[in-house]
């Protein structure tokens, strides 16, 4: 399996620990990843003021995809959505595809519509595939009782992912945690937006918002909540001390990305999956599962 790694905008700068996890794991299941240096921002930010800019920017990137004849595998679940729906619009509708290639060739750039998209935990759902995961587990985190969290871009809108995964009653996340033997905790904010759309605006909405499932979690007993998408670890990490704050209550809890849970069954050092990097200290959860480990 081979496909152009699509790190976006926020992985780099403030989640390397998930990019430094998923190189790890890629290269242990022997899946290539590709770093194409032309890749840009995904457009994601600039969709609510101008589509048609976003729809240029994504549409640009999947040429350059499609210029090394490679699939695109993206870490970020906004980026996803945002390459992903471009993808379909341009691939169902013939003159807007000849409209967005008549300003790319003004960059000497064309897209044809011969990309596939998809997010890291998909490609490890579905191409690599959840059997040949567990045959790569070889410490099971028995120990730990986590929580999925699937965030609002990943199996939604439905038919955009050819309806892997259904948004009302996800399992897929619940599935790939429950491969690395760990307890799969059961919560009723799990289908809850984590606020980052409104975190710019709306401060205190969305610290309440990812409040809510913190404290559900912390109270449940979950020894850290399992994120795929970048920008919802910003909220649920990275702003934890002032969810805490407005709460005014401690929460403590860490927030893995899946790679990082993944590594850690297959045998690697957590030094290898960015652990050292988490905001909320894992030490006390990672002692559970790997003696004297250091985060």
């Not at 919802?232 to 709460?247: A, I, T």
């Amino acid at each position: 399996m081979k496909y152009a790694l699509f790190l976006g905008c926020t992985v780099p700068i403030r989640s390397q620990n998930y990019e430094l996890a998923v190189r790890t794991i890629a290269a242990g299941l022997g899946i290539e990843l590709v770093d194409l240096e032309e890749f840009s921002c995904c457009g994601f930010p600039v969709k609510s003021t101008n589509a048609r800019t976003t729809l240029l920017m994504a549409a640009r990137n999947l040429a350059v995809a499609e210029e090394q004849g490679l699939d695109v595998c993206c870490l970020c679940s906004a980026c996803s959505a945002v390459l992903t729906e471009t993808n379909l619009e341009l691939q169902q509708h013939p003159a807007l595809l000849r409209e967005v290639n008549r300003s790319l060739r003004k960059i000497n750039r064309q897209y044809r519509g011969s990309v596939k998209v998809k997010h890291f935990a998909r490609v490890l759902y579905e191409d690599y595939g959840v059997e040949n995961l567990r045959q790569r587990v070889t410490k099971p985190l028995t120990a730990l009782k986590l929580a999925p969290h699937y965030g609002c871009h990943f199996v939604r809108p439905k038919g955009n992912y050819d309806a892997f995964d259904d948004p009302e009653a996800s399992s897929s996340l619940d599935e790939l945690v429950a491969v690395t033997g760990a307890q799969v905790v059961r919560y009723e904010t799990k289908k809850y937006c984590c606020g980052g759309a409104i975190l710019g605006v709306e401060q205190s909405t969305a610290l309440r918002l990812s409040g809510m499932k913190l404290s559900e979690l912390r109270d449940a007993g979950a020894d850290a909540l399992v994120s795929i998408c970048p920008f919802c670890s910003v909220l649920y990490e990275d702003n934890q001390k002032k969810v805490e704050e407005q709460l005014q209550r401690e929460i403590g809890l860490p927030v893995f990305f899946y790679p990082q849970v993944l590594g850690l069954a297959m045998g690697y050092d957590p030094k290898d999956l960015g652990f050292r990097l988490n905001k909320v200290r894992p030490d006390e959860v990672l002692a559970k599962v790997v003696p004297a480990a250091v985060g």
